[in-house]
């Protein structure tokens, strides 16, 4: 059986969040910043098996690999969208994966991290601008 | 414990792994990745990710797991299922599609039980698959049995160097006969390929080189008089350091395209259809 892919249309965008063009998004917080996946990245994915996350304490600098994700069909790489250290990480997705495909951007969280400069932020798009770019790169 | 099996929705070659358990009455507990089977499959994942391999579409299956044995893709299910691990090297995890089985591997196994291998192959073949098997010329009682039985739709032979430096790139002893009678057999196939990787060889001094241009040239020479015919399909390919299995070879460094072609210039002396694989 083959998973069909969502149309651009059919793609949640939030709006309160920032995104990067290699489909993390982050979300700014009272003590830090919310890392995750983008619900178009997810959906390419598909069914997720595994997920490797890092440890709490790692630094990483902004275009820096911070773990990986695994489906049946493919490997990818997670891409620290701003630069920080991880303060937490969501433990649940080791444990049921598809929570990153259900609810990528609440429950399917991937790290918290303390932001090494919040200027990275202004380097991102708006969600009507990561719209705008995937319906340009994708057609 | 039972023996399970991971399959895919609509996979045909779990149906044919299962129908296989099915006429034998091998008792075993399907698990749909897909559907029913999600959880225990993200959980067997988890466990054994390193054991369980990736193909350019991602993870083949099935996969059968049997207590502390676990088996991936057709081929290597059926040959557990039918002798245990008496099999193991004969099979690996293939990368073609659709009707083709690929890792074949005719020199990797017992020779011992060629009987059970030759079973495998032909109940593969009773299910309207097509087999493409490799040898590097070992076992050629082996691979002379699979060409007379027409079990080989297609043949691809490794012919890893020239005849004397066999036991050095092989790192054992090598009956030259054995090879040399492989070869020999080509031309009763219905498609045979030939191949030579360039790899790092460790030399008799204990020094690591990579295989020379001359050297080449005398591997494709040495295939031309053993099977009579210049005018084979003969692929170059090159190794990676990076893909090697072994740690010192890892640090070598990796050749150049155009390092390559010095190599096919001196092996089309003698192969006159040389290429370099593209990759």
Known sequence: MTQSKKRIEEIIFEERISYDSRHAWVKIEDHGAIIGISDYAQDQLGDLVFVELPSIGDVFGRGEVFGQVESVKSVSSLIMPIGGTVTAI??????DPELLNRSPYSQGWIIKVEPKSLEELEELLTSRQYADYLKTTEG | MSLVIFTATGCTRCKIVKHYMDQRQIKYVERDMKAEGKEEFQNFYKMNRSAVFRGPEGIEFPIIVDGSNIRQSIGAAIAYLHAGEKLDGFFGVGTLHQEWVDGIHLSQGDPAYGDELIQVLQYLKSNQLKLQVDTDGRNSEILERVIDEGLANVLIMNVLGPLELYPQILEQDVDGQDIRKSLGLLCRCQEARLQTTI??????????????????AATAEFIQTTTGSNKWRYLIKHLPPGESA?????????LQWSELFPYRAKARDYQVYTEIERT
């Open chain 2, 246 to 254: 072994d740690n010192v070879r890892q640090g070598i460094k990796a």
């Open chain 2, 199 to 216: 790899r790092a060889v460790k030399r008799k001094d204990g020094s690591l080189s990579y295989l020379t241009p001359a050297e080449l």
């Open chain 1, 90 to 95: 969501n433990e649940e997705l080791e444990d």
